[in-house]
C-alpha cells in the first residue's frame, strides 16, 4: 500500500490487534507510517449490538420462530449462501462491526482514504461489497510494510504520541473472542443464556447448518457462530508466536485496562455520533 502526499488516511484498526502488538505503541507506529486518524473497530461493533437487539426483537414480537446465526464473519456467511442458500433468512441482516464503521466514517470523514487492518483474509471480500472501505491490510502485510518504511517498535517523537481519536468503546473489546458477540449483546430480554450457542469451526458448524429444521436448530435461538477456533484472535492474518489462549487474556486484560483508565476521556463514540445512519442490510 502507498501513501500518497494530499491525500488523508484513516486506519480502522480491529480489536485482536492487542493479541498481536503493544498497546499503545500501535498507535504511534500507524501515525508515523501515515495515518492522519486511527480508531478502533469498537464503536462499530456497539452499533452492530444495537442493532442486532432491535432487528430480533422485532422479529420476536412478530412472533417468527426462528433460530438466528450471527453475521460479522464473511467466511461464514459467505459459505452458507453457497452451501445452505436456505438459511440465508436466519443471517441477521446487520453490519458487521467494520461494515458499521465503514458507513460512520464514510458519512463523518469524507474524502479519507478508509483502511481496515486486521486478521482476517476474507475481509477483503466483505471490503469489496462493501464499498466504503477502500483497502484491507492483514496484520501480516501490517508489519512488512513497519519494515519497509522501517518504523521502530517505539517511537519517541511527541508529535506520535496520543493514543486513538474519537469513536472509542470499550466492552466491545471483547468482540474478537469466542462468545464476545452474545456476552456483549445485551440479550436478556430476548433469549436465555442456554438457548444461545456459541461455536466455531467449519466441521462443526456443518453438522449444525445440517440439523436445522424449518428454520430452527433444536432448542436454540441464538448461534454466536465463527470460522476461527477461538474467534477472530486466531485468524489467518495473525503472526505472533502466542497460544489462543495468551491472546485471549491480552484481550481481556486491554478491556480491563480500558474500563479502568480509558473510559472518560471524551472519545466515546455515542449513538447521535450514528444517527441517520442504517446499519441493516441483505444478504
Ligand atoms: S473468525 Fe476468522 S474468518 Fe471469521 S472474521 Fe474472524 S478472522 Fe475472519
Redesign the pocket.
Known amino acids: 500500500m502507498e501513501f500518497k502526499s494530499g491525500q488523508k488516511y484513516l486506519c480502522l484498526l480491529a480489536p ?1 490487534f492487542v493479541a498481536e502488538f503493544e498497546y499503545p505503541e500501535i498507535v504511534y507506529r500507524l501515525r508515523a507510517l501515515g495515518f492522519d486518524k486511527v480508531m478502533e473497530i469498537t464503536f462499530g461493533a456497539k452499533m452492530t449490538n444495537l442493532t442486532y437487539y432491535s432487528v430480533i426483537k422485532d422479529s420476536i414480537e412478530k412472533g417468527e420462530k426462528k433460530t438466528w446465526i450471527a453475521s ?5 456467511v459467505n459459505y452458507i449462501k453457497v452451501k445452505y442458500p436456505e438459511l440465508i433468512p436466519n443471517l441477521v441482516p446487520v453490519h ?1 462491526p467494520l461494515g458499521c464503521m465503514g458507513l460512520i466514517c464514510r458519512k463523518l470523514y469524507p474524502g479519507y482514504k478508509i483502511v481496515f487492518v ?6 477483503k471480500i466483505e471490503a469489496k461489497e462493501l464499498g466504503t472501505i477502500d483497502e484491507v491490510l492483514t496484520y501480516k502485510e501490517l508489519v512488512e510494510l513497519f519494515e519497509l518504511k522501517k518504523i521502530p517498535q517505539k517511537i519517541e517523537d511527541s508529535k506520535y504520541c496520543v493514543s486513538f481519536d474519537k469513536f472509542y468503546n470499550d466492552y466491545t473489546k471483547i468482540y ?1 473472542i469466542s462468545g464476545g458477540l452474545s456476552q456483549t449483546l445485551n440479550y436478556k430480554n430476548l433469549f436465555k443464556k442456554n438457548e444461545i450457542l456459541v461455536m ?1 469451526g467449519l466441521n462443526d458448524l456443518m453438522k449444525v447448518f445440517e440439523g436445522f429444521k424449518d428454520g430452527v436448530y433444536k432448542k436454540y435461538k441464538f448461534l454466536d457462530v ?3 477456533k477461538g ?2 484472535i ?4 495473525m503472526i505472533a508466536d502466542r497460544s489462543v489462549n495468551e491472546r485471549r487474556k491480552r484481550v481481556l486484560k486491554y478491556r480491563d485496562f480500558a474500563q479502568r483508565y480509558e473510559k472518560d476521556l471524551g472519545r466515546s463514540g455515542k449513538k447521535m455520533d450514528a444517527e441517520g445512519i442504517s446499519f441493516e442490510r441483505k444478504f
Open positions: 485482536s460479522p464473519c464473511p467466511t461464514l458487521s486486521g486478521p482476517c483474509v476474507t475481509k474478537p466455531e465463527l470460522n476461527c474467534g477472530c486466531n485468524g489467518p492474518g
